[in-house]
Nanobody
Framework: QAQLVETGGGSVQAGGSLRLSCSTS????????MAWFLQVPGKGREGVAA???????IYAESVKGRFTISRASDKNRMSLQMSSLKPEDTAMYFC?????????????????WGQGTQVTVSS
């Protein structure tokens, strides 16, 4: 099973930008979906964006136009460029990988998870 590690979290003022990265080891099928999720204390994980080789990226409505997901050509690295950040984007962000080639933002479609990286946006 793949191991995933997120980096790039931190604190930023509203309107600022951050770039999260996810590095992986172990097998991840090049056609399979990878995704970013967020979680705030007391709530379940919510899908942010997902990407696979042969499908267009998908985004949660709340981040469309502000976040961009990308995946490196070696398929073992994924990034989330976050712009125009809002205080409500404050959360722990997780990267995830699955074994499906049609992406969703549902947690049950993913079977490997990183430990998370904290993003804090101040007003």
């Amino acid at each position: 099973q793949a191991q995933l590690v997120e980096t790039g979290g931190g604190s930023v003022q509203a309107g600022g930008s951050l770039r999260l990265s996810c590095s992986t080891s172990g097998y991840i099928g090049s056609d399979y979906c990878m995704a970013w999720f967020l979680q705030v204390p007391g709530k379940g994980r919510e899908g942010v964006a997902a990407i696979a080789r042969y499908t267009s990226p998908i985004y949660a409505e709340s981040v469309k136009g502000r976040f961009t997901i990308s995946r490196a050509s070696d398929k073992n690295r994924m990034s989330l460029q976050m712009s125009s950040l809002k205080p409500e984007d404050t959360a722990m962000y997780f990267c995830a990988s699955g074994d499906r080639d049609i992406c969703t933002l549902n947690t049950d479609a993913y079977n490997a998870w990183g430990q998370g990286t904290q993003v804090t946006v101040s007003s």
